[in-house]
Structures are given as C-alpha cells and as structure tokens.
C-alpha cells in the first residue's frame, strides 16, 4: 500500500475529477440484477484484460525482455476457444466452453514457451523473438477462424465476462484473483528477487548459479497465459471471436501501463502496484474520451497529450525545471525541457481496447 | 619546480549525501608542474573529491581557486572550459570510432557548417605528437589495446590545452610496460606545467610517478605529504589510520602443509579449452591455499572459469572429492560445492540495485530454488551477522549495492560464498581495486578460511600477495602451465623468473 503512494496516482486522480465535472453522477455505483453498476464499476470491468495482460508484461520487462505478441495470442485465445465451441456437437453446453478454454490457455502455455525458447535458449533479442508471434500468431488466428468472425451462444463461457459473484463482476474478480496471486507468489518465494537479479545483471545472477534460463522462459509463459486470460474475457464480452480485430495494439497499451506504473524498461525492479495503476489509468483515458464526448477524429490525439503530460511530469529535469521556477529568481535558467523517458512510447496506441466495449 | 603559487586550490569542501557526510572540511593544492596522488582507502572520499573539483557534484562548503580567482562549477562542462580536464579509470570513448575522431568529438574542426577532416585528421596528429604516441589517426579506436586506448583519452583530455589533468586510477588495467608508457607520457604533461592529479592504488606507481601527495581518511583530510619525506609505512598508516596488525598478522607463515595423503577436494585432470588455456593438471587439498600466477592473458582467469563451468571445458576431467563431475555451468559447479568469485567484480558479481541482503544470499536462495525462499529472519540474521563479521560499511543490509565502495561491494560478494559453505573457494582477483584496509582483511580471510580446511584457489596480478598466501603456486605463462612451485620453493624471485622466462632459465 505504501509502494501504491509512491507511484504517480494524480493522473488517475486528475481524470476521475475531470469526468465528474463533465458528468457529476460519476461516481454513482447502483446495484441491478445482481450487479454492480456504474462508470467505475465499467473502468474496472473494462480495464481487467488490460490490467491482466499489463501484468504479464511487468515480469517480463523485469528480466530485461519486452513481449510484443500477447495481442496476437490474445486473439489466438478467443479464436481457439469459439471456433471449438461452435464445432462442438453441443455448442450451448459447459462442457464444450470449458474444453475450449482450456484448449485456449494450453495453446498460450505454448506459445509462451515458443517465445521463451527462442529469447533463453537461443539468445534472439526479446523485441525480433516477439515480433515473429505478433506477425504469425494474428494470421494462425484468422486461420483457426477460416478468416470468419465466429459467434457463439453459449452462456457459460459468456459468464466470464457477464456474470457476477457477490454483485462483483467476474472480470474484476479474476483480475484482482492474479494480481493478488502474483504479489504472494512473487514475495513469499524468491522468484520476484530472482527476477530482479536476473533483470539487473544476467551474468552475475548466471555465475551466483541463478537458474536464468528458466526464469526467462516462466515469465513469457505467464505473460502469454495472462494475455490468453485477458483474449478469453475480451472474446466472452461480445460472444465472438474477431480475430482481425480482438486485442489489436493491446501490447502497446500493455507496455505504456508498466511504463506509467514507473517500472524501466531497462529491466530490474518492477511494480506490481504500479501496473495496476497504470492500467487503470490508461483505462479511465479510454473512457473519458467518451465520457467527455471527444470527437472520434481528435480522440487519439487527446490521448497522446494526456501520455505526454503524464511522462513530463515525471521526467527528473522538468521536475527540478517546475521546482526552481517556485524558487525566488534563481542563478541560471537551466537549458530548456529534456527529452522525455519513456519517450518512444509515447506514440501509442491506437484503438480502444479491443471490443470490450 | 613548485614554489609559485598553487594553480588549483581547495579549502575547506564539505560535500554530504543526504546524511552521509563524504567530505568535511577537505584541502587540496595542486602546483603547476607536479604530479599530486590523492591516496586514501574506498571510501576515504578520492571520488566525491574529484568531482567536486571538477563540478559534477556541488560542494556544500569550501572554496575553489583557480590561479586565485574563485569559481563555481555547474558541471564537467564548466571545469574543463576552465582547463581541468579528466580522464576515468573505465576508457570513456567510442571504440568503433577512428583515433581523430575520439580525440575531437564535440569539438571537430568546421568549416561552411561542416567538419573539416583535413584539419581534424592535422590536429590529432599534433596532439599524438605531442605526446609522441605513434597512432595512425584514421585507425579505428577497437584496433588498439586498452593501454592505447587510455593514451588517446589522454590525448583528449589535453586537447584542449588542459591546465589541470585528473588521472582516476589510469594505470588498474595496464601491465608494467604499458604504465611506463603512460608515466612517459605523463611526465611529459608534467614537465609542460600541467599539473596532475593522480590517483591509484599501486603505492609503487604512486612513489614513482608524483612529487607530491595528500591522504583522505573517512572524508576528512590527514595531510598533505612530499613524497621524498613520507616512508611506505608511514603512508599506509596515515590511510589505514590503525597499526599495522592486519598486514602483519598476515606475515605468518602459511596453513600447516597439507598432508600428501589426504584426498583432494579438486583433482582437475587435462582441464581446457582450445583458445583459452591448454590442458592442465591442478589438485587442491583440504585447507591448502593453491596460487595461479601469471600475466593478464596467460590463462590464469581463463582456467577459474573452466574449473567453475563459467565457460565449458571442451577436455578433460574435474573431480571433486574423488568423485568425477561433469561441470557444464555454473549451476553443476555450485552442486558440487565449488564457489568463484569473477575479477570482474561490476560485470560478474555486483547486483546493483539489490540490497546488499539480497546479494549476500543471492548464490544460497539461488542454490535453493525460488520455491523455498530462505525466510525473512534467517536473512537478516545472515545479513547481519556477514556484514559484522567482513566489517562491511555501512552497516546496512537494506543499503543497495551499487551505493558501496568496490572494496565493499568485494565483501558482499565474499560473504555471498561463505555462507554457501563451499568445499572449494576461486578466488579471481579478490583484492583488485580496492584499499589498503579491505584488500588487507580479505587476505586475512583467505588465511583463515583455509584454516577451516576449505580449498582455494588464488588469483591476483601481484604477485607479492599471491606468494604470500599461497600453501603453492601454478605459474602460467601463454596459455600454458609451466611450473608448479611448493613450500620453499614458492618466493617471489623464483615466479618471477619463471614468469619471465617460462622455466628455461630458471629452476
């Protein structure tokens, strides 16, 4: 909780207020059918597969990697799972959604040891390794899909996305599920230690006979379980899989949202806390955009300013620039704005988050 | 040659880091044509000095004076445009550059907007000249040794007609012949009436090269000395600030000869790898402490690694305790109850941003898996009792590593081993820059874990130390082994020559 205050809340902060000056029943939660609604409530629903897919990505940027195909694989999850469905002799029944399912998340398993393998075993640089599944994994999709965008009718698998327990969504649920399991499993076992090491320094974690390879090879195969996770809930929430469209450009809201949750991607110490900040951020933007009524043709532009902004603020040199400005009359005027960390990516994404919404 | 008035001088800088105070109170004066050494242990305050002199920390309090006028400086940028010039212990160039370019980046010569090769490539040339290195200016920066290299950086710092030159630590990676070229050079500065900081931890290389020196000792300043009035024991106590003990206890002689009949703990059989050493033989018993002497290059690094599975042998046979073990990597090595420690310390050893608890358990949590985390408790217990036990400063298990001194980061680093219980200790290079004060009380550790009847295996460019310690020494010369000397045999004389010749002529 503490590590949570550290990180840079104003800009979640800041767009929470800005959308109750425009809507001032904002922060309205109600209760309906068993379901809590309401424009937070629709952030978190929302924003789970981000945050899921965001979470993978953490571990990953940590050991000094990047993960560029968890939007492919997302679409792969979605794709395997509904094309099963709709093939099965009884499309409508739990048997024939909980086999896809766990087709889908077998399939990521590896998917995620072909990235691993390809950046542990044969040293191929993480962002070419990764590279190659984003390009093949969207068309091996299409492929599953023959190119169609497959519906389904089937209510236990649209449950993950539309169902609730205890008035919860269990989206939020899930996503609260592995975000709380990855901050035990990371702090009561020494693999968040070990992947900082092996982030800080791969040859000196190598000679204290840290079992790097491995390490490497577990966080892809998370990261494109948790993206699979994320495709799974994206695809439930409109009951089809596109695979041309389904978690497009999601690895780059991913990665913005360990950038803004202040984790380098140089590798090494990471938040978790962070992440989830990062990705509520970047999901409370989206909504805004519509919230406020930005015009669909500026909206990405919108977007981009609100990044800019929030990476300014955290630059080192505009923060001393911004703190000797409330000085009186100092020395010299220090030479003018830096350029801004994280810089690259702020060029971003592109689209809403898939078609979650 | 000194006698005028100080060309830089600095009185009274205090410098903090949040409540860590690095310097209190610091003079420094350097006269034009001399060579002053700032001696002093890590940690002493050398670095925080340097950069407060060429402004890449500010000072607190304190003055600086250059040719008597006051100034402040807001960066290197501002010390250099006011003729001090430095020049760091990690060659700060661009080695895919040609030698003209490195000399003058930044600073090319223009003409219409555009960089004038003609004239860059006349003005290295005078420069080289100047210091009469024979470097063809085109040549890319890679194609010269490291010794070249740090000439040319040199060469740069002086370009721009440098009043002050910093020397930080310039010689750590040079052989002998390679430090007479650079003290030829730098006397040649010298003489011109450059005046030059110097500093190293070679206390021969500091006698040789300056006129004139000042000790640091905890941020404060001891004294400022002539070097022809300060005796070798007077300087090392001036930066030790304590009796001698620790050096001498060292003097004792070596761990009880290890009993021929006991079995090994390493038998190393035809251990090698094509390009990096010949096969060779080395057996190391319970408590004995074996020496691998040699130059840079002759192998000696190169058959730690093979021994640790860092790199793999392609022939030959390891046992350990008389059973035979496939190392493949560092990982089987650990299994079998081998610890090595890297010569180089930020490379191969240091985990920077991790606490210096997590370092210290580092090999220990990594030997166990990431499952079975090794509890909380334990790891402060061990932290702590490690960090009393090496005397490690600061006394912090939740300082990060990369904030310590190189002479306290090798103890971490030790302590990352011991705590392994390891049956056979490598040790490459252990005391390489570090002060006086560590170097002294990890020799002493050496000693005394052979005392509890662990292996070692010994590496270290002096050869003094490795007489010393060593129970036996295995001389190495061009990849190969050429000698292995024992008991009385082991003097410095002989290794030397033996080094020198590879055994034709001596023996």
Redesign the interface.
């Known amino acids: 909780m503490r590590e949570l205050l550290r990180k840079p809340i104003w800009p979640l902060a800041a767009l929470l207020l800005l959308n109750l000056a425009v809507t001032p029943s904002f922060f309205a939660v109600h209760v309906q059918d068993g379901r809590l609604y309401g424009s937070l409530v629709d952030i978190l629903h929302n924003g789970a597969p981000l945050a899921i897919t965001a979470l993978g990505m953490t571990l990953v940027i940590a050991t000094r990697g990047i993960d560029l195909s968890v939007g492919a694989v997302v679409s792969i999850a979605g794709a395997v799972t509904c094309t099963w469905i709709a093939s099965s002799p009884d499309p409508a029944s739990p048997g024939a959604a909980i086999a896809g399912i766990g087709l889908a998340l077998g399939l990521a398993v590896a998917l995620g040891a072909w990235n691993g393998f390809l950046v542990a075993r044969l040293g191929i640089q993480p962002i070419i390794a990764t590279l190659v599944l984003m390009t093949a994994g969207r068309g091996l999709a299409q492929l599953i899909t023959d190119g169609q965008i497959v519906t389904v009718n089937n209510a236990t698998y649209s449950g993950i996305s539309g169902s609730a327990l205890l008035t919860v969504p269990v989206t939020v649920l899930v996503a609260a599920a592995v975000y709380a399991l990855v901050a035990l499993v990371t702090r ?4 968040g ?2 992947v ?2 092996v982030g ?2 791969p ?9 790097s390879r491995t ?1 490497v090879w577990t966080v892809y195969v998370f990261a494109a379980l948790c993206a699979a996770v994320a495709g799974l809930m994206i695809s439930a929430n409109v009951h089809a899989a596109d695979a041309n469209n389904a978690g497009l450009w999601l690895e780059l809201d991913a990665i913005l949202a360990v950038v803004i949750g202040g984790t380098s991607l140089a590798g ?2 990471y938040s978790i806390a962070g992440t989830l900040l990062g990705a509520l951020t970047i999901q409370t933007l989206t909504t805004t955009i519509y919230s406020v009524g930005i015009p669909p043709e500026v909206s990405l532009v919108f977007k981009a300013v609100v990044v800019i902004l929030v990476f300014l603020a955290q630059a080192p040199k505009v923060r001393a620039l911004l703190a000797r400005g409330r000085r009186p009359a100092g020395p ?1 005027p220090p030479p003018p704005a830096a350029p801004v960390p994280g810089g690259p990516v702020t060029d971003v994404p592109v689209e809403k988050t898939g078609s979650s919404r | 040659m000194a006698g005028s008035r100080p060309l830089v001088e600095m009185t009274g800088i205090s410098v903090a880091f949040g409540p860590v105070q690095a310097l209190e109170g610091v003079d420094l004066r350097l006269y034009p044509g001399e060579v002053h050494a700032l001696m002093g242990e890590n940690g002493a305050g050398k670095s925080t000095l340097i950069k407060a002199l060429t402004g890449v920390h500010p000072v607190d309090a304190g003055q600086i004076t250059v040719q008597g006028e006051p100034v402040a400086f807001s960066g290197p940028a501002a010390a250099q445009a006011a003729g001090i010039s430095t020049v760091y212990q990690e060659v700060n160039l661009c080695p895919n550059l040609s030698v003209a370019e490195n000399l003058l980046l930044g600073r090319e010569p223009r003409r219409a907007g555009r960089i004038d090769w003609r004239g860059a490539r006349r003005r290295a040339t005078e420069v080289l000249g100047r210091l009469h290195l024979d470097l063809d200016p085109s040549s890319p920066l890679d194609a010269h040794p490291i010794a070249q290299q740090q000439l040319v950086a040199i060469a740069r710092a002086v370009e721009v007609d440098s009043r002050v030159l910093v020397l930080d630590e310039p010689t750590s990676s040079l052989d002998a012949s390679e430090v007479e070229e650079l003290f030829r050079v730098v006397r040649g500065l010298r003489d011109d009436g450059v005046a030059i900081l110097f500093v190293s931890h070679f206390i021969e290389q500091v006698y040789e090269i300056s006129d004139r020196m000042t000790v640091l000792r905890n941020g404060s300043r001891v004294g400022e000395y002539r070097t022809a009035e300060i005796s070798r024991v007077q300087l090392v106590s001036a930066m030790v600030g304590r009796e001698l003990e620790v050096l001498e206890r060292l003097d004792r002689a070596p761990a009880a000869p290890a009993d021929e009949t006991e079995s090994p703990v390493l038998r190393a059989v035809g251990i090698g790898r094509k390009g990096a050493v010949e096969p060779v033989d080395l057996v190391v018993r319970p408590g004995e402490v074996v020496g691998l002497a040699g130059l840079l290059g002759s192998g000696r690094t190169e058959l730690a690694r093979l021994l640790f599975g860092a790199d793999r042998a392609d022939h030959g046979e390891i046992a350990v305790d008389g059973r035979v073990v496939r190392i493949r990597n560092p990982r089987t090595a650990i299994d079998a109850g081998i610890a090595f420690s890297s010569e180089d310390r930020k490379a191969g050893g240091v985990v920077g941003d991790l606490t210096v608890r997590d370092n210290i358990v580092l090999a220990m949590q990594a030997s166990r898996g990431w499952m079975r985390r090794i509890p909380g408790r334990k790891q402060d217990e061990l932290a702590r009792r490690w960090i009393e036990l090496l005397d490690i400063r600061p006394a912090d298990p939740d300082a990060l590593l990369r904030n310590l001194s190189g002479g306290n980061q090798q103890k971490v680093l030790l302590a990352r081993w011991l705590i392994t219980q390891p049956r056979l200790l490598i040790l490459d290079e252990p005391t390489r820059g570090i002060d006086v004060g560590a170097k002294a009380q990890i020799q002493a550790l050496v000693a005394e874990q052979a005392g509890q009847g662990t292996a070692v295996v010994f590496i270290s460019a002096e050869l003094d130390e490795v007489v010393r310690l060593s129970d036996r020494v295995l001389v190495l010369r061009d990849r190969k082994p050429v000698a292995e000397l024992a008991g009385e045999d082991v003097d410095m004389d002989r290794v030397m020559g033996l080094i020198a010749t590879g055994g034709e002529a001596g023996a």
């Open positions: 009561r076992t020494a693999l230690t070990l900082e090491a800080i320094n040859e000196a974690s190598r000679l204290a006979g840290v079992r390490i090494g110490r010299q």
